[in-house]
């Protein structure tokens, strides 16, 4: 059996390719081993965005980004608010986001656009 990483770089590989339901299997695989993969769960996130899962996308892009408060994570996570049309959540963040992500022009994008 691949270790944690290789199942992270082939899933992440059929995802670049389109390949979404052998990427969903692989990030789940990944999930279902290690559960508090920040890393997987923003990449799970993006994919159930792809597939129109809005609620599942936001599920797990509100877990990354509670295991792994990262730039790239919130921009997930208001991507998936945006899509859920719950701008409210987005606004709720934005004293968290502009003192930490400052100079994150995307991140502050997608706050601006709540």
Same mark, same amino acid.
């Given at each position: ?75 997930? #996570? ?29 991140? #502050? ?6």
């Amino acid at each position: 059996m691949p270790d944690i990483e290789q199942m992270v770089q082939f899933g992440f590989k059929r995802h670049q390719d389109g390949k979404l339901e052998e990427a969903e299997s692989a990030y789940k695989e990944v999930l279902n081993v290690c559960g508090d993969n920040a890393e997987v769960c923003n990449l799970y996130s993006v994919l159930k965005l792809q597939q129109d899962d809005i609620s599942t996308a936001v599920e797990y892009a509100q877990k990354a980004v509670k295991l792994e408060p990262r730039a790239y994570y919130y921009e997930t #996570l208001c991507q998936a608010y945006i899509r859920n049309k719950d701008y409210k959540k987005i606004v709720d963040l934005e004293s968290l986001i502009n003192e930490a992500f400052s100079k994150h022009f995307p991140l #502050l994008f997608n706050l601006a656009l709540a």
